[in-house]
């Protein structure tokens, strides 16, 4: 399955054009029988995954045409320090865009063209780098931009009409202390940062949990912050998130009582009564809404 596709992202009223407008892109999943143990913007104890994560047996394929750049197997002795994604091989797609696989199999005996069309076979699924069970990780990366992109963002998407599910919204005040909206429904005025436990999944609830696509919070009816799980980039040695705004992604990214939680912003609430409201959205633009009525004294 193909799809012809344009995204732009509006980030605080600048239009960050996410890929080539003019190109028509179709680009295919590199397994045809991966389960997605962790996705792209999945909040891994604390730190941002950058890759779509697969459990799988088989093939590995090209998602699209392109030309090999680099490749490393786990055991190659380019390096003495351990890689995190074993073997691995970087695919210059076009126009900057280059496809990553990685913590396959170790491939050193096998040869492949510099060359590969889409749904070449590259390598087979197995364990390498940081990884304790058989499968691969993919992801994308814009050369031109210099930014990690969600490759869920371009690839067809799969069946979901399930929403995602919200498990519990905190308000953690300047003095550090956690405030739940749905028990607690008064509260001192003053600032909170606004953090939410949430997560996707695509057939059933006893799916490996899935990082949502985005999460959004209004307070009265307006718009006060919005979390891309979109692209990621780097900015003097940090790895940034896309929250309104480029921000630090251990500003999003975070543990709450040994629970993965994402930073959605900050919320000035003065005195009398406000509106609360996050919405978590997947990337089949399902969603699901908490609305929290308060009186701020």
């Known amino acids: ?20 407008v003019s190109v028509a892109f179709a680009i295919d999943w590199p397994s ?20 779509h994560i697969f459990e799988s047996e088989g093939a590995i394929r090209a998602s699209d045409s ?47 063209s510099n060359i590969v069309e889409q749904g070449t076979i590259l390598a087979f699924s197995g364990i390498s780098g940081w990884s304790d069970t058989s499968g691969f990780c993919f992801t994308l990366y814009d050369n031109k931009e210099q930014r990690w992109v969600n490759p869920a963002m371009i690839l067809p998407v799969l069946p979901d009409s399930r929403a995602p599910l919200i498990r519990q919204v905190l308000l953690i005040g300047q003095d550090g202390r956690a ?10 005025q003053g600032r909170y940062r606004i953090i939410v436990d949430a997560f996707d999944t695509l057939v059933s609830a006893n799916e490996n949990p899935l990082a949502p696509h985005r999460i959004t919070c209004m307070v009265n009816g307006i718009e006060s912050g919005v979390l891309h799980m979109e692209t990621f980039s780097g900015q003097n040695g940090n790895l940034m998130a896309y929250r309104n705004m480029p921000v630090p992604a251990e500003q999003v990214y975070a543990m709450q009582a040994d629970v993965p939680v994402y930073g959605v912003g900050e919320v000035l ?11 978590v959205s997947d990337i089949a633009d399902n969603s699901r809404n908490m609305v929290f009525r308060l009186t701020v004294e």
Not at 2 to 10: E, F, G, L
Not at 35 to 50: Q, V
Not at 99 to 106: L, T
Not at 270 to 278: K, Y
């Open 32 to 51: 045809d029988n991966g389960r997605i143990l962790h996705n792209f913007g999945w909040n891994d104890e604390g730190n941002p995954s950058l890759f």
């Open 179 to 188: 405030v739940n909206p749905a028990v607690q429904r008064t509260l001192p």
């Open 269 to 279: 609430f003065n005195r009398g009564q406000a509106v609360l409201e996050l919405i």
């Open 1 to 20: 399955m193909k799809r012809n596709i344009t995204y732009v992202s509006v980030i605080s009223g600048i239009v960050f054009f996410i890929l080539a």
């Open 66 to 112: 392109g030309e090999i750049i680099f490749m490393r197997d786990a055991g190659s002795s380019v390096s003495n320090i351990p890689s995190p994604l074993g073997s691995w091989m970087a695919v210059e797609q076009g126009d900057g865009l280059i496809g990553i696989y990685g913590r396959f199999a170790s491939r050193e005996n096998e040869a492949v």
